[in-house]
């Protein structure tokens, strides 16, 4: 069994920033690709951040795009996110998602195999 474990969430202030991190751990995972979502009470399950470990490309949604970066370490199976800057909106349950084999698009949250527990961020203003 794959599990995936996420830390580095928090209660910061606006502006602040945030290292959140995640390890593979369980029977030998290879993936090829990891990325982060998030959800805040009330909304659905959104993009925030995915990486190719073939190709070293990554994507960001636009509404993270200058202030979070993601980054891994693809031997360690272990992904991080970089969150500076930060801002009340981005107050949510962060996600970690592997997925195992090829996929077309790293925004779909469906087309992840694996999930974390969460960790919740809160920004406050």
């Known amino acids: 069994q794959v599990q995936l474990v996420e830390s580095g969430g928090g209660l910061v202030q606006a502006g602040d920033s945030l290292r959140l991190s995640c390890a593979a751990s369980?029977?030998?995972?290879?993936?090829?690709?990891m990325g982060w979502f998030r959800q805040a009470p009330g909304k659905e399950r959104e993009f925030v951040a995915g990486i190719r470990w073939s190709s070293g490309g990554t994507s960001h949604a636009d509404s993270v795009k200058g202030r979070f970066i993601i980054s891994g370490d693809n031997a360690k199976n272990t992904v991080y996110l970089q969150m500076n800057s930060l801002k009340p909106e981005d107050t949510a349950v962060y996600y970690c998602?592997?997925?195992?084999?090829?996929?077309?698009?790293?925004?779909?949250?469906?087309?992840?195999?694996?999930w974390g527990q969460g960790t919740q961020v809160t920004v406050s203003s």
């Open positions: 369980g029977r030998a995972f290879s993936s090829y690709a």
């Open positions: 998602a592997g997925a195992s084999r090829y996929i077309n698009t790293l925004r779909a949250a469906t087309r992840y195999d694996y």
